[in-house]
């Protein structure tokens, strides 16, 4: 996002700390507190882009899309000469973001700001993070948007910086079957391949410094976590106001993620720029 803005968001189009995100259960079901990012990304995982970014050695980290903003954050922990900027539209994420920071000890070296990034004057950035949110760079519609994005990734970055891009693929070709079963107006055409992801942010100026993407018990991991706060809510809570609304979206959830279960993928690529940048 960026923490993912992924397909699940797709889906239900809203956009690791309990204290940050629990409701009390007259408020309907908790959010998101299982999650550490909203992504599909593993602490093991994590911990080696941490180390790899923060061995380029940034001062200035811009993370678009940022949600509550836990991968900056974990690079400032690591870089502490570095500062942070994260953009975002929703207000909660950004406040849990504010929350973790002030909790770390990084509140005085991080802002989370609410504004779209679609022209963001933010840039240039030692290193800009974009996780599961490309499309908040650009206004075109997939899969059209990464190559946009990609350049926009190119203008922000500063030379001699590095861009994490997270962004989903097709592992392989959807079935029309598995396509009716995703979120609403699926498309073969809505994602390219890894490969053809590669291609483009080379056209876009950038060398693939490391390639990876999830695996399937990050996927997994990531999906029932994404749910597992309100269906706990939901089993004790069935007579309550919000339950019919959650048990239909809980279950709506669940059967798109097994039609893009094994299907859909997310690439995480750590981007050179080549240098000199030249203003398209």
């Given at each position: 996002m960026?923490?993912?803005t992924s397909e699940t968001e797709k889906t239900q189009k809203p956009q690791q700390t309990e204290k940050t995100e629990k409701t009390e259960p007259d408020d309907g079901p908790p959010r998101l507190t299982r999650l550490a990012f909203h992504s599909p990304?593993?602490?093991?995982r994590a911990d080696g882009?941490?180390?790899r970014?923060?061995?380029?050695?940034?001062?200035?980290?811009?993370?678009l899309g940022c949600g509550w903003g836990e991968l900056m954050l974990r690079v400032l922990t690591a870089v502490p000469e570095a500062r942070g900027v994260?953009?975002?539209?929703?207000a909660r994420d950004l406040a849990r973001g504010r929350l973790d920071a002030e909790a770390r000890g990084l509140?005085?070296?991080?802002?989370?700001?609410?504004?779209s990034a679609v022209g963001t004057v933010r840039g240039p950035a030692d290193l800009v993070l974009c996780v599961g949110s490309s499309h908040v760079l650009s206004t075109e519609e997939p899969p059209r948007h990464t190559a946009e994005a990609l350049r926009e990734l190119r203008r922000l970055v500063a030379d001699g910086g590095r861009v994490l891009?997270?962004?989903?693929?097709?592992?392989?070709?959807?079935t029309t079957a598995e396509l009716s079963g995703m979120w609403p107006e699926a498309r073969a055409d809505e994602h390219y391949d890894l490969g053809t992801l590669l291609d483009l942010a080379v056209a876009a100026g950038f060398r693939p410094e490391w390639t990876e993407t999830a695996n399937a018990d990050e996927w997994e991991e990531f999906e029932s976590a994404y749910q597992a706060d309100a269906?706990?809510?939901l089993a004790g809570h069935g007579d309550h106001p919000p339950a019919a609304e959650t048990r239909e979206r809980l279950d709506r959830h669940r059967a798109q993620w097994m039609s893009y279960r094994g299907v859909l993928g997310l690439a995480y690529l750590t981007l050179v720029p080549i240098a000199p940048f030249v203003p398209a």
């Amino acid at each position: 996002m960026s923490d993912l803005t992924s397909e699940t968001e797709k889906t239900q189009k809203p956009q690791q700390t309990e204290k940050t995100e629990k409701t009390e259960p007259d408020d309907g079901p908790p959010r998101l507190t299982r999650l550490a990012f909203h992504s599909p990304l593993s602490e093991a995982r994590a911990d080696g882009i941490v180390r790899r970014l923060a061995g380029a050695g940034p001062r200035t980290v811009l993370d678009l899309g940022c949600g509550w903003g836990e991968l900056m954050l974990r690079v400032l922990t690591a870089v502490p000469e570095a500062r942070g900027v994260g953009v975002d539209v929703n207000a909660r994420d950004l406040a849990r973001g504010r929350l973790d920071a002030e909790a770390r000890g990084l509140a005085e070296r991080v802002e989370f700001v609410e504004e779209s990034a679609v022209g963001t004057v933010r840039g240039p950035a030692d290193l800009v993070l974009c996780v599961g949110s490309s499309h908040v760079l650009s206004t075109e519609e997939p899969p059209r948007h990464t190559a946009e994005a990609l350049r926009e990734l190119r203008r922000l970055v500063a030379d001699g910086g590095r861009v994490l891009l997270g962004e989903g693929f097709w592992q392989r070709p959807p079935t029309t079957a598995e396509l009716s079963g995703m979120w609403p107006e699926a498309r073969a055409d809505e994602h390219y391949d890894l490969g053809t992801l590669l291609d483009l942010a080379v056209a876009a100026g950038f060398r693939p410094e490391w390639t990876e993407t999830a695996n399937a018990d990050e996927w997994e991991e990531f999906e029932s976590a994404y749910q597992a706060d309100a269906e706990v809510w939901l089993a004790g809570h069935g007579d309550h106001p919000p339950a019919a609304e959650t048990r239909e979206r809980l279950d709506r959830h669940r059967a798109q993620w097994m039609s893009y279960r094994g299907v859909l993928g997310l690439a995480y690529l750590t981007l050179v720029p080549i240098a000199p940048f030249v203003p398209a």
